[in-house]
């Protein structure tokens, strides 16, 4: 709690959030892997202390991969003492790879059937979003899916305070968000029990 609290004060516009997802929030988030049969490559995007990956790292298999990216070597260092070093001692095995770099510019090879976003898209500009979108479902593979989440009526509770530029903003954010969902065959499922609630946006690869 403390490492999360530290990084929101230092960088809030990455951070995007004062507390770490829950534990009902995880489960939502990580759902797909878990109706998942045969080896997956499954990619984390901003995961922070790692509420998502020590759900993750559960559901990964023998011929699995899991990778992680997130910016803040901070959390990269947190992630990689208290989850992935034990992990690894336990499962040699496996293959579990953390990559210190903003998602935009990540080293990723090939097509991922699960991606799990943990990312503050309504902190970002529309054009990030639109880029960070764009690079992640040109890594989702066919028939794969993508989770990401939003604070519950975030955008609504958030205009009234910002600057007209910033309204502006997060009408273009939502535009697109709404877009998404049309043309990924989007789902959304509120979780009430996270502080604060969060709605879990799950969209699909159409097969070509
Ligand atoms: C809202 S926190 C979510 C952390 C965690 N998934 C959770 O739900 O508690 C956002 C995380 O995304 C990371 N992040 C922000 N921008 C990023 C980017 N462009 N590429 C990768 N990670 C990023 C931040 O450093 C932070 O760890």
């Known amino acids: 709690m403390f490492h999360f609290l530290s990084q929101t004060f230092r960088d809030f516009k990455h951070t995007g959030a004062v507390w770490p997802s829950g534990g009902n929030l995880a489960r939502e988030m990580t759902s797909s892997l878990r109706e998942s049969t045969g080896p997956k490559r499954v990619l984390e995007v901003g995961p922070g202390t790692g509420p998502f990956t020590s759900k993750i790292l559960q559901s990964i298999r023998p011929g699995d991969e899991f990778h992680i990216v997130e910016i803040n070597p901070f959390f990269c260092n947190v992630l990689e003492k208290r989850l992935l070093k034990p992990f ?37 500009p529309p054009s990030l979003v639109r880029d960070i ?21 975030v955008r609504a509770m958030k205009a009234p305070i910002t600057s007209p530029q910033s309204r502006r903003n997060l009408r273009r954010i939502d535009a697109h968000g709404k877009r998404l969902h049309r043309q990924h065959r989007g789902s959304r499922q509120l979780v009430m029990a996270n502080f604060p609630p969060a709605v879990a946006v799950r969209l699909y690869q159409p097969a070509s």
């Open 133 to 153: 979108f764009k690079r992640m479902l040109g890594l989702l593979s066919e028939d794969g899916d993508l989770t990401y989440f939003e604070y519950a009526a």
């Open 88 to 124: 690894r001692q336990r499962h040699p095995e496996l293959t579990v790879e953390l990559h210190q770099s903003p998602i935009e510019l990540a080293p990723l090879q090939g097509t991922f059937d699960h991606i799990i976003c943990g990312l503050p898209f309504n902190n970002f």
